[in-house]
């Protein structure tokens, strides 16, 4: 289910309707049934879509609980409405295929890098499906689903962790040591 966003200005800009609540009715029949796989998708680098109101599209589509929740990355297509306002929306993008976006108006380049490490995190930590128990219950440590994921990459990058390729075993270690960072961290406070 291409999503998107779920942010107000940002549905309008690009023309499409969407009534979210009765996307979360839809999702949540589906769910019930427990025989289809359900992957709901998020867009970076849409007009009027910043860091923090990217954030607010994650937590709203992670509550809805899909089995894969994919972060895309704006693609400025030649001959597309992204590719004709790409100067009025301030949206600089690679020249060369995908043509993903780098930057636009409302979300910076430090942003964007920002977002694919997280994308990383709900790639190895929620879709794989490895991790469920332990990421319910550390989700309850953080203000919101995003939160978690954004530490949790920003613990990576301190570790200079996206730079190795690891095992589901090192997987686990490095979520293990986050948790107990994060858990000592929040004791002192």
């Known amino acids: 289910i291409g999503v998107q966003t779920t942010n107000p200005d940002t549905i309008t800009e690009i023309r499409r309707k969407m009534n979210l609540d009765r996307l979360k009715q839809v999702v949540d029949k589906i769910n019930g049934f427990h025989n289809i796989h359900q992957h709901l998708d998020l867009i970076a680098g849409l007009p009027y879509e910043g860091y923090e109101s990217f954030g607010k599209s994650f937590d709203r589509v992670y509550k809805m609980n899909p089995e894969q929740l994919q972060l895309g990355f704006l693609k400025v297509l030649k001959g597309s409405v ?25 979300l910076t380049y430090a942003e964007v890098i920002r977002l694919k490490q ?72």
Not at 142 to 156: D, G, H, N, R, T
Not at 168 to 176: A, D, F, P, S
Request: proline share 2%; hydrophobic share 35%.
């Open 82 to 106: 992204m590719h004709d306002r790409a100067q009025e929306y301030g949206i600089v993008y690679q020249d060369r295929a995908p043509y993903e976006v780098l930057s636009t108006k409302w």
């Open 118 to 189: 997280i994308e990383e995190m709900v790639e190895v930590y929620y879709n794989s499906g490895q991790f469920c128990c332990t990421m319910a219950a550390l989700e309850q440590e953080f203000a919101s689903p995003f939160c978690m994921y954004e530490c949790l990459a920003a613990y990576y990058d301190e570790k200079n962790a996206f730079a190795v390729s690891h095992s589901r075993i090192g997987r686990y270690e490095i979520l293990y040591d986050f948790i107990v960072k994060t858990c000592k961290e929040r004791s002192e406070q």
